[in-house]
């Protein structure tokens, strides 16, 4: 049997564990007229959901990761090359002849992919997304109802200042499209869909992921862990306890653990020893992050780090706050149920070090 953990990508079938109501949810939303924005720490299993909702569909889906976006006009190139995967170039030739930048086509004989690319007049030109987009709504007229997904959504902030307001223009006289908002970001999500001034206030239905409950993701450990050692239950709970149940650093904790009884017997460290591991695998990275960072984030990392009350730094609230939103953009820290360090792995080089 291979390793039945996995982490980095998006999970699955067999990796991918309950989010029960949060499929239902999401399902629910998908199949109204409504928009989701679906909001969580990196790592904590949106792409995931939405991938496995969105394949239970027989719907068309257009994923983008504005991650991989440079600026406005490449934004209108990946979603077009999306939306010729979606659907015959039969059909859409026609529909592209109305748009007012006619992009450049080609089919790439070795990928079999169609290769797009405008000639924009400027990097802030919006016209050509603002004619994809509306492509994807015709499309929505004559068929099933697209699913447009933007994931990092934040990203578009730093795109270009006026793209916000244009996409929503375009985007709020489509009625045969359901788009789908993730972000990693809390603070700007929030500001993006939450503020009254925003072009995207309110915009759609607002979801967040919090950890994966304790109950689900023990049994998901441990009738795992039964293919290789009768100390399922032990180590399950031993590994949510260090991960705190968060979903990425436990299937990554988890995968090691279980490569290692693969090898060898189940011994009373075998979880420290793994995780020690680990944490010298990432020392360089994790000694590089340090140095990185000022002394106020380092203070709070600290407090964090020994589970002490962040109103014990003797310093003004103000810079504490700032040192706060620094460090979760960053993604150091996340706000879960309070704020607590991201990586549990960190967590224990740093509180090593405190000690030295
Ligand atoms: N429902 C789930 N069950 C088990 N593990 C999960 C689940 N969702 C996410 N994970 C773990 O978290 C990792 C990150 O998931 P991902 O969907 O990429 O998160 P996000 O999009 O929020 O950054 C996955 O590779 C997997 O290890
Ligand atoms: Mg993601």
Redo the contacts with the bound molecule.
Sequence with gaps: MSNP???????ENN?????INETEETKNVLSSSNHLILI??????????V??VTNSLDRPVIYLDLQLVTDVPDFATHLLKKVLKIDKWENIKHLLANFRLIPTIALNPLTNNMEVSFVPTSSNNFTPLEDVLNLIEKIGEKGKRPIVVF?EFQEIIDLSKTLPKQLRAVIQHHKNINYVF?G?LESIMRQIFETKKSPFYHFGYLMT?KK?PYSD?FD?LKTRFDAVTDKSEILSNEILVFTQQH??Y???LAFYCYSFLENEEYQDNILNSVIDNLISMHNNDFERLWNTISKTDKKIMITLALQEKISSIPQPTSTIYSGLKRLLTKGYIIRDEQYELDDPFFKKWLKGKINE
């Design positions: 953990f996995k982490f980095g990508s998006v999970v990796f991918f564990t309950d989010r969580s720490p990196r790592r904590f299993g949106k792409t995931s959901l991938n496995k994931d993730l990693s992921l994966i993701f998901y979903p990425y436990t299937q990554q």
